[in-house]
Nanobody
Framework: QVQLVESGGGLVQPGGSLRLSCAAS????????MSWYRQAPGKERELVAG????????NYLDSVKGRFTISRDNAKSTVALQMNSLTSEATAVYYC????????????WGRGTQVPVSS
């Protein structure tokens, strides 16, 4: 059974940092391009950052470039999102997503971790 389990969320003050982690099981992580999405209250889910299966390429939402960093460790089956200089706009539930490199149909989601940014 494939599972993606996010952790590391929690209340953070504006300007602060947080590191999210996604632990994958039941799959070979190196076969999956991985991404972090977020969904703020009342808004649609949006792609925050993505990383190809061997980490050769990354992409970011324009508004987080230079502040967020996605990384992965295939040997440990984990994906991380380092978030710095957080603003209230980052308040959302953050989801880990994996898509098989051969087919976007083969995709998995975690249940999400909440990140409230507030003073």
């Amino acid at each position: 059974q494939v599972q993606l389990v996010e952790s590391g969320g929690g209340l953070v003050q504006p300007g602060g940092s947080l590191r999210l982690s996604c632990a994958a099981s039941g799959l070979v992580l190196s076969a999956f391009d991985m991404s972090w999405y977020r969904q703020a209250p009342g808004k649609e889910r949006e792609l925050v950052a993505g990383i190809t299966r061997f980490g050769n390429s990354t992409n970011y939402l324009d508004s987080v470039k230079g502040r967020f960093t996605i990384s992965r460790d295939n040997a440990k089956s984990t994906v991380a999102l380092q978030m710095n200089s957080l603003t209230s706009e980052a308040t959302a539930v953050y989801y880990c997503n994996g898509r098989h490199f051969t087919s976007r149909i083969i995709a998995y989601w975690g249940r999400g971790t909440q990140v409230p940014v507030s003073s």
